[in-house]
């Protein structure tokens, strides 16, 4: 969908008001009988769509921010724009406007948002997709609060957000982990950014026997894509690291997964396209900021010579490693990726991945796991951007006695503590390979949608590419 701002409302422009609690009907847009009816829906907190055979004209009762909870308000925005974005385009509608009557500019970015996620469509493989697509592609925003910057930032994240779901929707068929790596080196022109990519004799020389061992498994083989985005006024000295797993797809190896639970698993490197999307928008937006992204890559096969339950593998950083369970193989991958990251002296890192299944049965579809040893500060910025997005965050510990968890009396440290605490132990799997302020962020319950539920539809999400840019854009501006 094309966003662009707007000063001028015409006749015939098909128009969603987003009305503030002192609503009051303009009398040149509605009849009496039209604002009569307007007032009574809105007391009722309804939508209203009134049919003016030359447009539709929708008015959402937006309200006004919360101070104890703004993020509330917004996503009742969001809400409320997949909901019209699904009847505007059952009456075959090609554009609107959008005109803020509230006093918050970031209800309207908030209602454009919804609008245009509810309205993304992934249609390469249909053999007729022209049919299948959505008439709305054009809606205009009517806002002097929105600055140029906020609105050409906002844009930005829109498309990251599309990148991520994209690459997530993508099958093995098509997105090996050789091919992801290439997606991402086109995204290079468009966005500012430079990309670096690892090859199989590279990641060999550089002994990262996680990612190896992952492989091992394989007929294709494994990448490890650096992205850098350094503009000449960063304001971090020192980068934000971002690690995004890139498990292109997860049978669970040896460890077999069941039917069900592998319907999905290319959704496996949603964290890898998360990180890719927030790269592009910081890029694109030239912000002033030094970020770094780091993606391994594979798939995760029981076939070829597959690592088996009971192996020792090395990993970059020397750490020895028992795998009990080779579908606990995200976080192989990710240690040595958290490993390299040393070499950057980073500010920062980040990874988000999606990690286990115990994350979604904690929280279930409402709340993101994190967990790390940077300061509060930072984990308080995180949250308050997870709060704004719905991206919301839930901390949990990293208490020593988790590390006692995952002890191996044959190696270093094992890659499972067991049935209970399962995505704890694995961040303190992950904590191992760190000596930096570290936070892990766990996206298995939010990645992908089996079920078409809300703004968000069905399919890949690109969870983390707003709660990411939201986050480092305050980075920004300190």
């Known amino acids: 969908m094309k966003l662009t701002l707007v000063n001028t409302i015409k006749e015939k422009d098909n128009l969603i008001i987003l009305a503030g609690k002192k609503f009051i009907p303009d009398k040149i847009i509605f009849s009496k009988r039209e604002s009569d009816y307007i007032k009574e829906r809105i007391k009722k907190d309804d939508v209203v769509i009134i049919n003016q055979y030359k447009r539709y004209v929708y008015v959402v009762p937006a309200g006004e921010l919360k101070k104890e909870d703004p993020g509330a308000t917004l996503e009742k925005a969001r809400d409320a724009a997949?909901?019209?974005?699904?009847?505007?385009n059952k009456k075959a509608l090609k554009s609107v406007v959008i005109k803020n009557e509230t006093r918050e500019k970031d209800i309207t970015l908030a209602f454009a948002e919804g609008m245009v996620l509810s309205n993304y469509q992934f249609l390469k493989y249909f053999s007729k997709s022209e049919k299948k697509k959505n008439s709305l592609t054009e809606a205009g925003l009517l806002d002097k609060k929105i600055s140029k910057k906020d609105f050409e930032f906002f844009g930005n994240i829109m498309e990251g957000i599309a990148i991520a779901r994209d690459l997530t929707n993508e099958p093995l068929s098509y997105l090996t982990a050789?091919?992801?790596?290439?997606?991402?080196?086109k995204l290079a022109p468009r966005s500012g950014f430079s990309v670096e990519i690892f090859d199989h004799k590279k990641i060999e020389s550089l002994k990262m026997g996680g990612l190896l061992a992952i492989n091992r498994g394989s007929i294709d083989p494994p990448t490890f894509t650096t992205i850098e985005w350094k503009a000449k006024n960063a304001v971090n000295k020192n980068p934000v690291v971002l690690v995004g797993k890139g498990v292109v797809f997860d049978t669970g190896g040896l460890s077999l997964k069941p039917t069900d639970s592998m319907d999905y698993m290319k959704s496996d490197m949603a964290g890898a396209a998360a990180v890719t999307g927030t790269i592009f928008a910081l890029a694109r937006s030239k912000m002033p900021l030094w970020v770094v992204a780091l993606i391994p890559a594979t798939d995760n096969r029981p076939g070829e010579n597959a690592v088996?339950?009971?192996?020792?593998?090395?990993?970059?950083?020397?750490?020895?490693?028992?795998?009990?369970?080779?579908?606990?193989?995200?976080?192989?991958?990710?240690?040595?990726?958290?490993?390299?990251?040393?070499r950057f002296k980073p500010m920062l890192v980040i990874d988000i991945a999606t990690l286990t299944g115990s994350a979604n049965q904690a929280v279930g579809p409402h709340g993101i796991p994190f967990m790390g040893t940077a300061n509060k500060t930072i984990k308080e910025k995180l949250t308050v951007a997870g709060d704004l997005f719905r991206e919301r965050l839930i901390e949990f510990p990293l208490w020593n006695e988790y590390g006692e968890m995952i002890k191996s009396s044959i190696a270093d440290i094992k890659n499972t503590g067991g049935k209970t605490a399962g995505m704890i132990t694995a961040g303190k799997f992950l904590e191992h390979f760190t000596d930096y302020p570290w936070i892990h962020i766990d996206i298995a319950g939010q990645a992908f949608k089996k079920t078409n539920g809300s703004y968000l539809g069905k399919g890949a999400t690109g969870v983390g590419v707003r709660l990411l840019s939201g986050f480092l854009n305050k980075i920004s501006e300190k």
């Open 178 to 185: 050789q091919k992801l790596s290439q997606e991402i080196d």
């Open 82 to 88: 997949g909901k019209i974005v699904g009847h505007a």
């Open 308 to 342: 088996v339950p009971g192996d020792v593998v090395t990993m970059h950083d020397g750490t020895t490693v028992e795998v009990l369970n080779t579908d606990a193989e995200g976080r192989m991958i990710l240690a040595d990726a958290l490993s390299y990251a040393k």
